[in-house]
């Protein structure tokens, strides 16, 4: 499967975005998808994760009741909304897909990963 993540940009403190991630191939509802995301310097960190149904999601503790992860299978397309967002959320954001059962918060748990999108939070 291939993934191209898209809507980030520059946003103030307190503002919203939201993320997509469009996937290509006819197998998309069976793949579990997540969010990771890497500020300059660091590593790459988990933010959210979402069952093939949509049913289960999960999510860092830096990020619950701000973010939240859906996903639409007739569009094959996994959102990221982001809310109230601070500069600490500047990041490249990459969406990631996972072919196994089950949630994970790690990042060797995903089989194809996207491109990236970049969020800048200015305070």
């Known amino acids: 499967v291939q993934l191209q993540a898209s809507g980030g940009g520059l946003v103030q403190a307190g503002g919203s975005l939201r993320l997509s991630c469009a996937a290509s191939?006819?197998?998309?509802?069976?793949?579990?998808m997540g969010w990771f995301r890497q500020a300059p310097g660091k590593e790459r960190m988990f933010v959210a994760a979402i069952s093939w149904s949509g049913v289960s999601t999960y999510y860092a503790d830096s990020v619950k009741g701000r973010f939240t992860i859906s996903r639409d299978n007739a569009k094959n397309t996994v959102y990221l909304q982001m809310n109230s967002l601070k500069p600490e959320d500047t990041a490249v954001y990459y969406c990631?897909?996972?072919?196994?059962?089950?949630?994970?918060?790690?990042?060797?748990?995903?089989?194809?990963w996207g491109q990236g999108t970049l969020v800048t939070v200015s305070s």
């Open positions: 191939g006819r197998t998309f509802n069976s793949y579990y």
């Open positions: 990631a897909a996972k072919q196994s059962l089950g949630i994970t918060t790690d990042r060797r748990g995903y089989d194809y």
